[in-house]
């Protein structure tokens, strides 16, 4: 098809030498009026440097705009690093087989909007069974588009359309990510947990993918591959998506590179992108496990549809020769689209890095494994101050670490989260575009940064964006490339069993630190990361009793630069006294997860008499600020702060040094009671 880089390149190209921009015509087409003119240079663009040997002002400016990846940065040709920051537009997977909203607003303006605004990357889901579709030669013929707000869509069916939006995306110094959202082209296709179904196979997964890589081989304006939205399913449901090292048909890592190999053999430049699932086993259990052990306590991880990483750690995604084109995607959402147990009490973004994101998935970032594209996230605002809380929280995080994204969604017709548009298609929310997105889009000398080397975004012409030639072309020389000062070496004090808090002296830095990471060590094993505060002092909690630790902290600033690690602290632990008890029992008190304002926990009951017993009561009273706010497992009575607990009909009876567990989710500090006793009966 044509190339809009082709009329523009020699122009661009002259610019960069010159040291000038370019001024042309402006044509009707870019009429519109323009948006909010950009921000101030935010904290965004200090997280994304050159390549400190290869600036690209000091060489070719690059043909082609594929992406690649090193470590957890995503580079372009030259090595230089960039930053996709992006939105979704959903209709092609849909049933109407073609964008949403063609129906109101016309298709230009819609795209043109999106690039002058900021956003340098769409994502578009579409369907395994459009791509069937089309593979047969069976488009739709007659699409459903207002052909008089939309004139020269008039006679195009939808595979027409979606060229000529490529070519607006080219135009417009746009990228696009390609997300097979679902098997059957549905509204609601994306709640089947599968990337298969009924008559379409994985096989046929698979060969719809090769059809359209192959399509759009030579065109670099699709620069990425999202292989499947949000496999999810959990031990109770018919079908469920897991993650391991097997060939089973049900294992998602297994599919993503099967499907990231077969598109890699037709086009080695595109970005492969794999999600996560919804459950992955804790170290006890097993695939084969039930939802929850007969005690009641659990087998699996949960998280977000599509969110559930954990599986990455022991078994990565192996692309073989292409591995620096993997991407690694989890979704992300707030507590008005489901109440996740840790947006119950107080959460904020530290507790939700050190209890959710980093388990699930940024520790793929902080290992330096891969990066992370965050393939959706978003949701109503103004609405609701926890998921105003929440939003920020994840924008803040991306911006401070330089994680990719792609917001959901452009579309006001999303029910659980609304869009970046009203409802007249046209019009921005420009609260939630300016308080929410606009602040984590890619922005430098108070313009937005696009993906293309010769295009600016927002077209040629454009005074709010620029291309990645005019970005580089100074070699970024006026990046923040120094490092925090070293932080001073942690203090311990508060010794217990299971936990110990940590005080360190503040680092300087030229620009301002962001946050301190905790790192964590025992039995000689590398140091890992267990927590990232913005303040001197942390309580590491679920230690082992009578056990030795090494703790070191490393500072950050915006630009993502990090200091030397700290001068280590070691620590042993306090020895446990193994529970309390009286009468034949003892009870262990264990808190198994806490996020601010709140945690998990559980009180594992054995029997150490030499007789059976047929029933047992625990109790303890709640530290200072604690309760308790459901229990499961046993029957829970609380008078004056004093919690008893009483067996269940099925769990009374306990065999000789027999053991039985129930678990309870707190509000208030996570601290471990001193007067837990056990009684038999």
């Not at 939808?158 to 070519?167: A, E, K, R, V």
């Amino acid at each position: 098809m044509p190339s809009i880089r082709t009329r523009w390149a020699a122009t661009a190209a002259a610019c960069l030498l010159l040291g000038a921009v370019a001024t042309v015509p402006t044509t009707a087409a870019a009429a519109a009026a323009a948006p909010p003119a950009a921000a101030a240079p935010t904290s965004a663009d200090a997280s994304i440097t050159t390549q400190a040997d290869a600036p690209i002002g000091a060489q070719a400016v690059p043909a082609n705009d594929w992406l690649h990846t090193d470590g957890n940065t995503i580079v372009d040709e030259a090595g230089n690093q960039v930053w996709l920051t992006g939105a979704n537009w959903f209709g092609y997977n849909a049933s109407e087989r073609v964008f949403h909203g063609l129906w109101s607003a016309n298709i230009e303006t819609i795209t043109r909007s999106m690039a002058q605004r900021g956003i340098n990357i769409v994502r578009v889901p579409i369907s395994t069974q459009l791509l069937l579709e089309w593979k047969a030669g069976q488009p739709l013929a007659r699409p459903n588009v207002n052909t008089y707000v939309n004139p020269e869509l008039d006679g195009l069916n939808n595979l027409q359309i979606f060229d000529h939006w490529l070519d607006l995306c080219e135009e417009y110094g746009l990228k696009v990510l390609l997300d097979v959202h679902s098997a059957e082209a549905d509204n609601s296709g994306h709640t089947y947990p599968m990337w298969f179904k009924g008559t379409i196979t994985p096989e046929l997964f698979y060969q719809g993918w090769e059809w359209i890589t192959e399509r759009y081989r030579d065109n670099d304006t699709i620069v990425a591959m999202d292989i499947e939205n949000e496999p999810h399913g959990t031990p109770n449901d018919q079908q469920r998506a897991k993650w391991d090292s097997s060939t089973d048909q049900d294992n998602f890592k297994y599919a993503c590179e099967t499907a990231g190999r077969r598109i890699l053999a037709i086009n080695p430049n595109l970005l492969i992108l794999c999600e996560g699932i919804e459950v992955y086993p804790r170290p006890h259990a097993t695939w084969d496990s039930p939802n929850l052990n007969p005690d009641r306590s659990p087998n699996y991880f949960y998280n977000w549809w599509g969110g559930n990483l954990r599986g990455v750690a022991a078994h990565p995604v192996d692309l073989g020769a292409h591995q620096d084109q993997l991407v690694y995607s989890p979704h992300d959402y707030g507590p008005l689209v489901y109440e996740q147990p840790w947006f119950q009490g107080e959460f904020d973004k530290n507790s939700l890095i050190n209890d959710v994101w980093r388990p699930n998935w940024l520790y793929i970032h902080e290992d330096d494994t891969a990066p992370l594209l965050i393939g959706e996230w978003g949701g109503r605002y103004g609405q609701d101050a926890r998921q105003d809380k929440w939003l920020h929280a994840i924008r803040d995080m991306m911006v401070d670490y330089g994680i990719h994204h792609t917001f959901w969604c452009l579309n006001p017709n999303s029910g659980d989260t609304g869009g970046l548009l009203l409802d007249d298609w046209t019009s921005w929310d420009e609260v939630k575009y300016t308080e929410v997105l606009k602040p984590a889009l890619w922005q430098h000398d108070g313009r937005f940064v696009g993906l293309d080397h010769q295009v600016r975004l927002g077209g040629v012409d454009s005074t709010t964006g620029m291309n990645l030639a005019e970005r580089y072309g100074d070699g970024g020389g006026d990046d923040d490339v120094t490092a925090p000062t070293t932080p001073g070496q942690p203090a311990a004090s508060d010794v217990t069993a299971d936990s110990v808090t940590l005080t360190w002296a503040a680092s300087t830095d030229n620009v301002g630190v962001t946050s301190y990471q905790v790192l964590r060590s025992t039995g000689g094993a590398p140091a890992t990361p267990v927590a990232t505060v913005s303040g001197t002092t942390y309580t590491v909690s679920g230690l082992a009793a009578e056990t030795t630790y090494t703790f070191s902290v490393r500072a950050r600033d915006a630009a993502g630069n990090v200091s030397a690690a700290s001068a280590s602290r070691t620590v042993t632990t306090a020895a446990d006294d193994g529970g309390t008890g009286d009468d034949g029992c003892t009870a262990t008190y264990t808190v198994t997860s806490s996020w601010q304002g709140g945690f998990q926990g559980s009180v594992q009951l054995r029997n150490t008499g030499a007789s059976a017993i047929t029933g047992w009561t625990v109790t303890w009273t709640n530290p200072s600020g604690a309760s308790i706010a459901s229990l499961w497992n046993g029957r829970l009575t609380t008078s004056g702060g004093v919690n008893t607990v009483r067996n269940e009909p099925y769990n009374g009876t306990l065999a000789p040094d027999a053991a039985t567990t129930f678990g309870f989710v707190g509000s208030g500090p996570s601290s471990t009671p001193t007067d837990l006793s056990c009684t038999a009966s």
